[in-house]
């Protein structure tokens, strides 16, 4: 079954430095989100992303973050400079294109982000 | 605020019975609605979408949908131990937003 992958599964970071967390979505699928969980806490919507443009963000996603479709199969989340409370499990989740209702998000395995 | 609300448990049930989880939210314009499983340290996994009022059954999955009392559940029949983990009920509030909003999810453990 065709699935969300997500690199690295862990990254340990000094706090200010920036880091790239990548995701290849599901390949016929033209929806791209990522969530952010920290410990022990609901998973958040953080930016959604459709035909190669930001479609909706939220307060989280401030000047410090920034996603991308280099190519045709990767999507990235870059982090400019890490803060202490960035460390969470960030998910990279795709979906089919909508037709009439939203439709099922997929989720990556995640990856853990842990800032020093 | 848009919320999705939760039990947060643990429900423990034993082996062989029907686990009931329950999810209410605030937008009355709430349009989609979703559970997923999760076991700790793992990501959510789709388990059930559901759109009309009513029941969608897939399994031992049954979602129930209630707009007007805007209430969502998910029920497990058979329950197994390898049911037990955290499932998060997440709604899409409207056909113009892309975005889940979480519930906290409720612990569920079954238990042999």
């Known amino acids: 079954e065709p699935e969300v992958t997500q690199t690295p599964s862990h990254q340990v970071t000094q706090m200010g430095q920036e880091v790239i967390l990548r995701c290849v979505p599901i390949?016929?699928?033209?929806?791209f989100y990522w969530y952010r969980q920290i410990l022990g806490q609901k998973v958040e919507f953080l930016v959604s992303?459709?035909?190669?443009?930001?479609?909706?963000k939220s307060e989280i996603f401030d000047d410090q973050f920034s996603v991308e479709r280099p190519d045709g199969s990767n999507f990235t989340l870059k982090i400019r400079s890490t803060k202490l409370e960035d460390s969470a499990m960030y998910f990279c989740?795709?979906?089919?294109?909508?037709?009439?209702?939203?439709?099922?998000?997929?989720f990556g395995d995640g990856t853990r982000l842990s800032i020093l | 605020q848009k919320e999705v609300e939760q039990n947060s448990g643990p429900l423990s049930v034993p082996e062989g019975a029907i686990a009931s989880l329950n999810c209410t939210y605030s937008?009355?314009?709430?349009?989609?609605f979703f559970w997923y499983r999760q076991y700790s340290g793992k990501s959510p996994e789709l388990i059930m979408s559901?759109?009309?009022?009513g029941d969608k059954e897939d399994g031992r999955f049954t979602a129930q949908l209630n707009k007007a009392s805007q209430y969502v559940s998910l029920l497990i029949r058979d329950s197994q131990p390898s049911d037990s983990a955290t499932y998060l009920c997440?709604?899409?509030?409207?056909?113009?937003?892309?975005?889940?909003?979480f519930g906290t999810g409720t612990r569920l453990q079954v238990f042999p």
């Open positions: 989740a795709s979906s089919e294109e909508t037709k009439g209702h939203n439709q099922p998000q997929h």
């Open positions: 390949s016929n699928h033209l929806y």
């Open positions: 992303f459709y035909n190669n443009e930001i479609s909706e």
């Open positions: 937008d009355r314009g709430s349009q989609s």
């Open positions: 559901i759109y009309s009022n």
């Open positions: 997440a709604v899409q509030v409207a056909y113009n937003t892309d975005k889940l909003i």
